[in-house]
């Protein structure tokens, strides 16, 4: 029997729940989905559930010693646009979720976010460090639209002149410029944008429901034309299906404004692994195996290496031929390799319910 197609607009082709926490196996009357297809001519689309979460906190720390910052804050939990290679899948497992479509379709909001933001920032002894929003799921998502939960801790940090970060896939960043730009005039703020294709088709199966590559560069230009230090991430890359494209995003990003850019090699952390070959035999099924056996020799031989350091990098002479590619071209292009350095110096704590007198 040919295996179903994969769901359309969705990332993930299957829902498998996580073997790592014993969580049993979700079961399904077949007898039922068999009525309804007899029924139908397809089965009805996926629809994306919003559930408010209530934290105790909203500053995650870490102290990863090839992370360049050492604190974040994720609005959401789940993200929609689908992307086949998230690492940050297997987080949903813990909720008793699967990290496949689960993920994608049953996210999380945090509307306290901003009031929990307020009590950290206003803490004696707060130590002030950029804190970065996007590096787990993405706060610009389309339930951003609603929900705002990023715009409002943005707000925040903006008048407590606190620096922070974002990276994003999205051209929704734009909604905040308001925000964004008179923060850059103070060195309080940078940007980077990811873009993994510039190919329609690759583009619509690896990130499903991220907005199209040609907008992601319009917000590139619309972000740069208002001052705001922005750069251009090609993360991941997926050997054989989109390394070839390094120096034609290079060249669109340089055209755009961007000030620097970066890459990163694909990682396929815990329940990504087998989400991504289930992916890679739906989509590229005559290259998956070449694109695995690549991805195992950047690897060490295995799917994933989360040792430090090397996780980010990658090994072996393909990474060693995608590193060369890339700093030849950013420097024919004028494109650096570093991000923006923030002011600390201007942070002021929140208001309380007494006014400032200054």
């Known amino acids: 029997m040919p295996k179903p197609p994969p769901p359309p607009a969705r990332g993930a082709t299957q829902n498998a729940l996580s073997a790592r926490f014993n969580l049993p196996a979700r079961e399904v009357d077949g007898e039922w989905l068999d009525a309804r297809e007899a029924l139908d001519d397809a089965p009805p689309p996926l629809r994306t559930s919003v559930t408010v979460e209530r934290p105790r906190t909203i500053i995650t720390r870490n102290n990863s010693p090839d992370i360049g910052f050492d604190r974040s804050i994720n609005p959401y939990r789940g993200c929609e646009h689908g992307c086949i290679y998230c690492f940050a899948r297997p987080t949903h497992a813990y909720h008793d979720l699967s990290p496949g479509l689960d993920f994608e379709t049953k996210l999380f909001a945090k509307p306290t976010a901003p009031e929990l933001l307020k009590k950290e920032l206003a803490k004696k002894g707060y130590e002030v460090r950029p804190i970065a929003f996007g590096t787990n799921t993405d706060p610009f998502q389309p339930i951003e ?106 060249e669109r990003a340089a055209e755009a404004g961007a000030k620097g850019a970066s890459f990163l090699p694909v990682r396929l952390p815990h329940e990504v692994a087998p989400l991504f070959r289930a992916w890679l035999d739906a989509h590229f099924p005559a290259r998956a195996g070449k694109v695995m056996h690549i991805i195992q020799s950047i690897r060490g031989g295995r799917d994933n290496d989360p040792d430090f350091f090397t996780r980010m ?46």
């Open 145 to 250: 639209a609603k929900w705002r939960v990023a715009r409002a801790c943005m707000e925040v940090l903006a008048e407590c002149s606190h620096p922070f970060t974002i990276t994003t896939k999205s051209d929704r960043v734009t909604s905040v410029l308001d925000i964004l730009a008179p923060m850059a005039a103070r060195q309080l703020v940078s940007v980077m944008i990811s873009i993994t294709s510039l190919t329609p088709e690759i583009a619509r199966t690896l990130e499903p429901r991220a907005p199209r590559p040609e907008k992601r560069l319009a917000a590139v230009r619309a972000l740069a034309d208002a001052g705001v230090p922005v750069h251009v991430s090609i993360a991941p890359v997926v050997p054989a299906i989109t390394d070839h494209e390094i120096e034609h995003i290079l």
């Open 313 to 358: 990098r990658g090994q072996g002479p393909w990474v060693d031929l995608m590193r060369t590619r890339f700093n030849i071209a950013c420097r024919k292009l004028g494109l650096g390799k570093e991000m923006t350095v923030l002011r600390t110096d201007l942070f002021r704590p929140p208001e309380g319910d007494q006014m400032r007198l200054f």
